[in-house]
């Protein structure tokens, strides 16, 4: 186990006052997980808790307009009666004390006494319950859990008790919206409590739970992983259901990461959820995304809706200073995404199943065999490029070049009857769909080998193929700055290069200078194996970088190899 962490033992203290020393709205009472609200207030105080691991939750939601105090227990277990007396003892007034309780039963017990003893010695005390859970029947033996709508929840008591309700008020209005709220789970993996130091839930590969409480604990159904916009509205569907929504519902939507799950993931995630609430005519009128009630690192996120109404949504929108509620800006939601630029639209995506398209007849039937025998090449080699890159880079070399191949198979049909004319077209398409160095380096060497094409007697002599082989490698080394031995895509390029011009300059047909260039290539990748990296990603590594060929030289060897091959398939080559 890896955690960034003292000792298993004080992990809840330390972390409580961590989060207290950003939050100029909070502090730690002593000697008790407790955070409380530094300036007291004679409204109704808004108390709860649960056990820690789900952070923010529920020490980053205390502050004015939201929690009064937020009381923590030990990783995933609920706080003691005696810390949930010492909140309400420290917050409590005149007017009340509403605990809002997600439905566990450690936690039902401990803050039901605790309010039964603060009720005993005067202390006007009241409990809602927060059971959103959706995957299981609300009539089961322990009822529905709570989960990631009892944030929701908080916000809503948090902001009635800061417009001046009663307590009975503020009771009815956290009641009303525990019941108008539901939520559906799903993770890709399980959480680390550091207390055990191994994942309580175990996962396949290609596995995915549903249903799942903020615990780590499994959920009510395992399946294989899809894709994520079939995932989302699978968990919209039962969250429709039993909230018996309707068209023309009015609701609000948070997208919760389970607290290892990217900002990209839950953007993707949301994008879906607003197009599912639109097509099922209902009226979204807040969204918030982000990592608002964890489970420590569980991959994975939930899903919630909650009817509302104009009060509702007034108590929603109301301002708070609690630090882990997100601005009110960002509650807003847009209509619809607007359209792109034209120069900025995304290349529609292939059908599912549907084979690369060949090549235009437009082009020269040997370059035609020659583009999709790279670009087949390319999308083979993905998983060996991306595990070479991740081990000595970012990961990312394999998916662009595969991505950057199939871009040039979706466009080639424009590219022109010249090969002149089809390296430079292609050099766009380069260009704009593949990420990182790779593109403008590869978009570089094309640019430079349809200008010698340009400028040469004849565009099919292999004199000029190997110049213009030379002349790319040598584009590439002057817009990146590199040079052999720098354990670069040059370490394979370049010999390559000068290892088809000897050989056309021998007198060697176009097969066989191509061949000699591959063997270069494959000779100078292997050997960058040995070198110590001085530019790109690897060089950060150093050393530690050594032992493994640069990816980009590996990724020079397919293209050509592929190359090679399909002009050995070609009788007017030779």
């Known amino acids: 186990m890896k955690k960034l962490i003292n000792d298993v033992r004080n992990v809840v203290p330390e972390m409580m006052e961590g989060l207290v020393l950003g939050n100029p709205e909070a502090e730690v009472l002593d000697g008790e997980a407790v955070a409380v609200r530094r300036t007291r207030t004679t409204d109704v105080a808004v108390v709860s808790g649960g056990g820690a691991g789900h952070e923010p939750a529920h020490v980053g939601f205390v502050g004015a307009g939201m929690l009064t105090a937020a009381v923590s227990g030990e990783v995933f277990t609920s706080p003691s009666v005696d810390a949930v007396l010492a909140a309400i003892h420290a917050v409590g007034g005149p007017a009340g004390v509403l605990l809002v309780v997600k439905n566990y039963t450690g936690d039902r017990l401990n803050f039901g006494l605790a309010a039964e003893l603060a009720r005993a010695e005067g202390i006007p005390v009241e409990m809602v319950v927060v059971a959103d859970d959706v995957s299981l029947p609300a009539d089961g033996p322990g009822g529905r859990r709570g989960i990631a709508g009892t944030v929701l929840v908080h916000k809503i008591a948090g902001a009635a008790a800061a417009a001046g309700a009663s307590l009975a008020q503020v009771a009815r209005e956290a009641e009303r919206a525990a019941s108008a709220v539901g939520t559906m789970s799903v993770a890709l993996g399980g959480c680390t409590v550091p207390a055990v130091g191994r994942p309580g839930l175990e996962l396949g590969a290609s596995e995915i739970e549903l249903g799942l409480g903020i615990h780590g604990e499994a959920g009510v159904e395992r399946g294989p992983v899809r894709p994520a916009d079939e995932l989302v509205a699978d968990l919209l569907d039962r969250v429709v259901e039993a909230l018996d929504l309707a068209r023309g519902d009015r609701v609000v939507l948070l997208v919760n990461g389970l607290g290892g799950t990217p900002v990209m993931e839950l953007a993707i995630v949301a994008r879906r959820a607003v197009s599912y609430l639109a097509d099922q005519g209902l009226r979204l009128e807040r969204m918030w995304s982000g990592s608002l009630l964890t489970a420590l690192d569980m991959p994975g996120c939930s899903l919630s809706l909650m009817k509302v109404d104009d009060q509702r949504l007034r108590l929603l929108d109301a301002a708070t200073l609690a630090p882990a509620w997100p601005a009110p800006y960002r509650g807003t939601v847009v209509d619809s995404v607007p359209e792109p630029a034209p120069g900025l639209r995304r290349p529609a995506a292939a059908p599912?199943?549907?084979?690369?398209?060949?090549?235009?007849?437009?082009?020269?039937?040997?370059?035609?065999?020659?583009?999709?025998?790279?670009?087949?090449?390319?999308?083979?080699?993905?998983?060996?490029?991306?595990?070479?890159?991740?081990?000595?880079?970012?990961?990312?070399?394999?998916?662009?070049?595969?991505?950057?191949?199939?871009?040039?198979?979706?466009?080639?049909?424009?590219?022109?009857?010249?090969?002149?004319?089809?390296?430079?077209?292609?050099?766009?398409?380069?260009?704009?769909?593949?990420?990182?160095?790779?593109?403008?380096?590869?978009?570089?060497?094309?640019?430079?080998?349809?200008?010698?094409?340009?400028?040469?007697?004849?565009?099919?002599?292999?004199?000029?193929?190997?110049?213009?082989?030379?002349?790319?490698?040598?584009?590439?080394?002057?817009?990146?700055?590199?040079?052999?031995?720098?354990?670069?895509?040059?370490?394979?390029?370049?010999?390559?290069?000068?290892?088809?011009?000897?050989?056309?300059?021998?007198?060697?047909?176009?097969?066989?200078?191509?061949?000699?260039?591959?063997?270069?290539?494959?000779?100078?990748?292997?050997?960058?194996?040995?070198?110590?990296?001085?530019?790109?990603?690897?060089?950060?590594?150093?050393?530690?970088?050594?032992?493994?060929?640069?990816?980009?030289?590996?990724?020079?060897?397919?293209?050509?190899?592929?190359?090679?091959?399909?002009?050995?398939?070609?009788?007017?080559?030779?």
């Open 352 to 574: 599912a199943g549907a084979g690369a398209p060949p090549p235009t007849t437009a082009l020269p039937p040997h370059l035609s065999r020659a583009i999709l025998a790279v670009c087949e090449a390319l999308e083979a080699a993905e998983p060996r490029l991306t595990e070479l890159d991740r081990r000595v880079g970012d990961g990312d070399l394999g998916s662009n070049l595969a991505r950057g191949a199939r871009a040039v198979l979706d466009e080639c049909a424009g590219y022109g009857s010249t090969p002149a004319a089809a390296l430079r077209a292609m050099a766009g398409t380069v260009r704009r769909s593949v990420g990182g160095s790779s593109g403008p380096l590869y978009a570089a060497l094309l640019l430079r080998a349809a200008a010698v094409l340009d400028a040469a007697k004849s565009d099919d002599a292999p004199s000029t193929w190997a110049a213009a082989l030379s002349e790319g490698a040598a584009a590439i080394a002057q817009l990146g700055g590199a040079a052999v031995g720098d354990r670069t895509m040059l370490d394979a390029l370049v010999p390559a290069g000068h290892a088809c011009a000897r050989a056309v300059a021998d007198g060697a047909s176009g097969k066989e200078a191509l061949a000699q260039a591959v063997a270069a290539a494959l000779q100078g990748a292997a050997a960058s194996a040995d070198l110590l990296p001085r530019r790109g990603r690897s060089s950060y590594l150093g050393e530690r970088a050594v032992g493994c060929p640069d990816p980009g030289a590996v990724a020079v060897t397919v293209w050509l190899s592929a190359l090679a091959d399909a002009v050995d398939q070609t009788p007017e080559a030779a």
